[in-house]
């Protein structure tokens, strides 16, 4: 099986967060999870970061597991996404947090990676051999 590289992860982070309907949030691990990429919460966040103003990404949809937006490296950032997020219907807490119980995007049972037939992670198990 070839190697994942990172290009083709962020590919399948990308595909997930298309998904995130309108007024709906994820979390970075839940995108991961969904991307088949369990553990790589953080690998979310960099492939957000490195969305082109020219790809229709709907990046500001991806929030921490507090319900918070997380910090970012660019001046008022967290500003322009709450105002994307508040567009879209999504209401912050005077803690400035989003009820993930209200807004939580809950796709379908199998991963959006899944469903896109994206390469698996698949445990295999090799046949016995006939001798004991």
């Not at 957000?48 to 709907?58: G, T």
């Not at 991806?62 to 709450?82: D, L, Y």
Request: glycine letters at 8%; proline letters at 5%; hydrophobic letters at 35%.
């Amino acid at each position: 099986m070839a190697k994942q590289t990172g290009s083709d992860n962020y590919t399948r982070i990308y595909k997930v967060v298309d998904k995130i309907p309108r007024g709906m949030i994820a979390t970075y691990g839940q995108v991961a999870d969904l991307a088949g990429l369990s553990g790589h919460a953080r690998q979310v966040g960099y492939a957000l970061h490195a969305v082109r103003d020219e790809r229709d990404i709907p990046w500001q949809r991806v929030v921490n597991a507090k319900g918070e937006i997380s910090p970012r490296s660019e001046p008022m950032m967290e500003g322009v996404q709450q105002s994307l997020l508040e567009a879209e219907g999504i209401e912050f807490d005077r803690n400035g947090r989003i009820s993930l119980a209200q807004c939580r995007w809950q796709p379908r049972l199998c991963s959006v990676a899944a469903k896109d037939e994206l390469p698996h992670h698949r445990k295999t198990t090799k046949a016995p051999s006939g001798k004991r």
